[in-house]
């Protein structure tokens, strides 16, 4: 359809908010641009980390002459016309602002040509626009040039140059990624640095972008005879890694959603832990995953940046890539537990562990023992702290919905809630580490900024102390922004952009009490409801429930488990 302007009551309806923060997310939306008309070959080129250039050039199907003044202009989309149509928007684009942010805070030049008109035409933003007739080949080509000249402000929050050329690097192969049937190729700064052959196939483009010898260690994912059957169809595909292969962050797990790049700390969350127990805690599989869901199940306009999506049933996509990785991984056949890895650090990519290729993973640590042969349990037994037990030994039997372990003791069957259980656990863990003036301290990827609201930002001045206390290093780095340098145990290995919050809100109105700052920790980092877990991950653990003081209850007041007794069941039956 042709340019329009939006009408006010779509605009109004529209995520609202500045999608261009960096020269990353310009490439970002002229890539998402070409890619809505059609082309099948996209040219980015960038000079100085994009501040001094950033072009995309297309093969796709050009701008109408008379239609190009519109594409600058705030609100003018030919892909949504009616607020309703938000609901199942198939395009990339749809709130028709990129290119007229872009123009305003850069000089932009646009070239385009339709496919179905002979001459094409040249529009330059800065003093008014510029337009002439120009004779081009079918497709746009894009030129924004001195990128924020205009906004001092953003120019300064910009990071070193190397650090905008990743950022674009990774937008673009992402892009590659979710589009194997395109030909994508960067330049920066003259040189070449990533070229895809638009074959199709998304295995040449993850040889191309991770390199092949890490490529090598990884699984295809395909939920495909599955998803046929679930009512709601989910497709996951993609390729993950194997255990030996990962990374210090989780910045390689890459997913799409209906073709979209989007972030979402809980689905990436989800997928590593479809590899609970085969990697340790700080250490994070790569993936790339193409989900795919009927449009009106995803809501895309939730973000200025269309970074982040909301699905109508989280959960189910959560259980699906998971449950999809898993059999990636159980397919593999020859995947050992976890061994006790040397944590990579400062690697600067993918780093291949071949230390796992050792037999020397049974040196399990005691509180990874996720090796399951009766040998190391018995060690592990010998060597646990003689706590008294609580509760007598329970033998898990299974999970039932991702939330409760079932299990059988000498009195009867037990139903435990995974959630509140955890909390009991590391409560008494905590406590025990606080007390003893020792919770260990366990270094970050340095880089790793962490924005919080305003009033999150205050509580956490002012419970810096407790924080510290419970082994958190926590620097303040201006504004909203705090730099987590080292974590305690409980933290490690979660998402602490959701973690601090979740804590801070616990800790609101106490800043200052020490017991409330481990109750917080205990409750925030406990494994939540629909979390799928290991058999050796849940007898952990219920063997470590056993030995609380306080089974029966979480800190927070929450019922541990449900127990049946012999009789009870006896009587259910009849058979009392
Ligand atoms: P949106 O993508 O949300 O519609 P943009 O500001 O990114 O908004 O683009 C405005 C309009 O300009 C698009 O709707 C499209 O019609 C046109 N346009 C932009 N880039 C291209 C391109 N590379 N090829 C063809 N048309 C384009
Ligand atoms: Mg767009």
């Known amino acids: 359809m042709p340019i329009q302007v939006l009408a006010e009551e779509v605009v109004a309806r529209i995520a609202a908010g500045e999608a261009v923060e960096r020269p990353a997310s310009a490439v970002k939306e002229l890539i998402e641009n070409a890619i809505d008309a059609g082309a099948s070959a996209i040219h980015v ?13 297309d093969n796709g199907l050009g701008i109408p002459s008379k239609e190009a003044d519109l594409a600058f202009t705030r609100h003018a989309t030919s892909k949504l016309r009616r607020a309703e149509e938000l609901s199942r928007v198939t395009t990339l684009g749809f709130r028709g602002e990129a290119l007229a942010s872009l123009a305003a805070v850069s000089q932009a030049t646009i070239i385009t040509r339709h496919r179905d008109e002979a001459m094409g035409v040249m529009l330059k933003s800065g003093g008014g626009l510029r337009k002439q007739a120009i004779g081009a080949p079918a497709g746009t080509v894009v030129t924004i040039e001195r990128l924020f000249y205009n906004t001092p402000a953003r120019l300064k929050f910009l990071k070193s140059d190397s650090t905008e050329k990743r950022h ?4 673009v192969a992402r892009y590659a990624m979710a589009y194997p049937g395109i030909a994508f190729v960067l330049k920066q700064d003259g040189r070449e640095r990533l070229q895809t052959s ?18 090598k260690l990884m699984l295809p994912v395909s939920n495909a005879d599955e998803s046929a059957r679930a009512e709601i169809k989910i497709g996951v595909e993609g390729y993950v ?39 340790k805690a700080g250490a994070y599989p790569l993936a790339v995953l193409l989900i795919r869901s009927p449009s009106e199940f995803v809501d895309v306009n939730v973000h200025p940046t269309k970074a982040e999506v909301r699905f109508r049933d989280p959960q189910q996509v959560f259980l699906a890539a998971q449950r999809a990785v898993r059999q990636a991984l159980h397919a593999a056949g020859d995947i050992a537990p976890a061994a006790d890895i040397l944590s990579e650090s400062g690697f600067t990519d993918a780093y291949i562990d071949y230390s796992r290729a050792a037999p020397d993973w049974l040196r399990l640590a005691k509180d990874e023992l996720f090796d399951d042969s009766p040998q190391s349990h018995a060690q592990a037994l010998a060597d646990a702290p003689a706590k008294p037990r609580t509760l007598p030994v329970l033998r898990v039997v299974g999970q ?21 259980a955890h909390e009991r656990i590391l409560y008494e863990e905590i406590c025990a580490g606080a007390k ?16 919080l609201s305003p009033p999150d930002a205050k509580l956490l001045e002012q419970a810096s102390q407790v924080f510290r206390a419970l082994g958190f290093e926590i620097e303040i780095f201006g504004g909203n922004a705090f730099v987590v340098r080292a974590l305690p145990e409980p933290a490690l290995g979660l998402d602490i952009a959701d973690l601090l919050p979740r804590m801070l809100e616990r800790l609101r109105g106490s800043p200052l009490e020490m017991s409330d700052g481990v109750a917080a920790l205990a409750w925030a980092a406990a494994k939540r409801r629909g979390h799928v877990l290991l058999d050796d991950a849940m007898r952990q653990l219920v063997a470590k429930l056993e030995r609380c003081p306080n089974p029966l209850v979480s800190p927070s007041g929450r019922k541990v488990f449900i127990h049946f007794s012999s009789e009870q069941l006896a009587d259910e039956f009849g058979r009392g």
Request: no cysteine.
């Open 45 to 57: 080129e960038v000079l100085g980390g994009g501040r001094q250039l950033l072009r995309v050039s």
């Open 168 to 171: 674009i690097h990774w937008v």
């Open 198 to 215: 638009g074959s199709g196939g998304l295995a040449d483009v993850l040889a191309k972008a991770f390199g092949l010898k890490a490529f």
């Open 241 to 279: 890694s194997r255990p030996e292969l990962h990374r210090a962050r989780r910045d390689r797990i890459i997913l799409f959603v209906n073709g979209r790049a989007i972030q979402d700390s809980a689905l990436s969350q989800a997928i590593v832990q479809a590899y609970e127990g085969l990697l």
């Open 400 to 420: 039932v919905g991702a939330s409760y372990i079932v299990a059988e003791g000498p009195a009867g069957l037990y139903l435990i809630d995974q959630n509140a």
């Open 436 to 451: 003893a003036g020792d919770m260990a301290k366990h270094p970050t990827d340095e880089s790793q900024v962490l924005m």
